[in-house]
């Protein structure tokens, strides 16, 4: 492939279209290479508050907030994609489920599959993970067949991330449920949870990493 000079320097480029840009730098009598790859496209995060500013998470720009459009529960918050993949994430505040932390994902995974309706479900990784404003937070990562109610598509795959935030001195448990459509079946593997790593959970990644909750919210006081 040629290189393109520009002009007045002795500086070449070129630029892929895999994305990798290669750079000849020529200093004197010494010619140095440069590549550089590309980050892969990344969706932007923006803050966004919750339960009228009681909460704050980052959340995927250009989500749309769905109580804009139609009713939602007081406890819930959802949000959806607006590129046609219909991705979405819930938020819901629920009375602390009277189970060990370490099987309380796994308990609001099969209680989400329940309310959904869900035929069929599998649960492929679980465990605890660091966030900065619940003591606890449990994260559960499976995969659901569901039927769309009056649909004649039949059932479909939907990819499932859910964290629970425990706050067992409010006897509260904050869900954030992560739905992506697996049109092409689950993307999820079997395995240690790994959430940063994990294809298509990276907006619940992002959530774990940056919810900031008033437990004012519960009754209490303080943040």
Known sequence: MPLARDAGSSF????????????????GGLRFVVLRLQAAHQTQMASRPLYGGACRAQIPQGWADM??????????????AQDGSGASLVFEIVER????????????????????????RAVVATGS??????????????????TKAESTDGAHSVDVGIAAFRFPDEATDVLCTLNVPALDGSQLREGPLDLAAAPGMRPLA????????????FGGGGE
């Open 12 to 27: 070449y480029s070129f630029r892929a279209v895999t994305g990798l840009n290669f750079e000849v730098l020529q200093l």
């Open 67 to 80: 109580s804009d459009s139609r009713p939602v529960p007081d406890t819930q918050e959802v949000f959806m």
């Open 97 to 120: 489920a009277d189970v060990a932390d370490d099987g309380a994902a796994r308990y609001h995974f099969d209680d989400v599959a329940d309310a959904a309706a869900a035929v069929s």
């Open 129 to 146: 993970v660091s966030a900065p404003t619940a003591p606890v937070c449990v994260v559960a990562l499976g995969n659901m067949t569901m």
């Open 206 to 217: 992002d959530v774990v990493a940056s919810l900031v909750v008033d437990r004012g919210l």
